[in-house]
């Protein structure tokens, strides 16, 4: 299994970008997909999680603002960020599971936002 994840870029405040994860191989349908993210000196945390079902889960911090997506028959993950602020400034990566139920993460992608 490996994932891309791309999408990430500078923007201004108030901008807005979209992020893709696209996986290849037998990634799992049916176990939850996520994004994540760590700032500078922070910890990773979570921004925001999907089920299969599309149930969904934001972290607070992003809620009204984020919108995640996933596309099964293209193994792809996505995250429209709108109403950016510079506190959204981090690597953000990717979490998918493969049929063996083995979790793995993108690459990460880098979302700077200037003020």
């Known amino acids: 299994v490996q994932l891309q994840a791309s999408g990430g870029g500078l923007v201004q405040a108030g901008g807005s970008l979209r992020l893709s994860c696209a996986g290849s191989g037998s990634i799992s349908s049916i176990k939850p997909m996520g994004w994540y993210r760590q700032a500078p000196g922070k910890q990773r945390e979570l921004v925001a999680t999907?089920?299969?079902?599309?149930?969904?889960n934001y972290a607070d911090s992003v809620k009204g603002r984020f919108t995640i997506s996933r596309d099964n028959a293209k193994n792809t993950l996505y995250l429209q960020m709108n109403s950016l602020k510079p506190e959204d400034t981090a690597v953000y990566y990717c979490?998918?599971?493969?049929?063996?139920?083995?979790?793995?993460w993108g690459q990460g992608t880098l979302v700077t936002v200037s003020s």
């Open positions: 999907i089920t299969s079902g599309r149930g969904t």
């Open positions: 979490n998918l599971w493969d049929t063996n139920w083995v979790s793995y």
